[in-house]
């Protein structure tokens, strides 16, 4: 008798994917209960309104700190 494959299931995310890592997503055939995995690629960072942590003034630029709301990441700006 021939095999007929798998037949894997819609899957589940068994790891979340953040803009720090991949997650995972596991298939299970309905079958014979089998698994395979596929990634997840990571998201965007999800940046705050950011805060001006220095003024520009007219000698010297400013800068204003954009922080993500998931991991905590900060990105600068120059305020001029």
Same mark, same amino acid.
Do not use: F, R
């Given at each position: 008798?021939?095999?007929? %494959?798998?037949? =894997?299931?819609?899957? &589940?995310?068994?790891?979340?994917? !953040?803009?720090? &890592?991949?997650? !995972?997503? @596991?298939?299970? +055939? &309905? ?5 395979? !995995? ?8 999800? =940046? ?8 520009? @003034?007219?000698?010297?630029? %400013?800068?204003?700190?954009?922080? +993500?709301?998931? +991991?905590?990441?900060?990105k600068?700006?120059?305020? &001029?």
């Amino acid at each position: 008798m021939k095999a007929t %494959g798998h037949s =894997w299931d819609s899957g &589940k995310v068994t790891e979340t994917a !953040t803009c720090k &890592k991949e997650g !995972t997503k @596991t298939y299970t +055939c &309905k079958n014979c209960g089998e698994t395979k !995995t596929e990634s997840i690629p990571k998201t965007e960072h999800q =940046w705050d309104n950011g805060k001006v942590t220095k003024e520009a @003034t007219c000698k010297e630029d %400013g800068l204003k700190v954009y922080t +993500c709301k998931n +991991c905590g990441e900060t990105k600068e700006e120059i305020l &001029k």
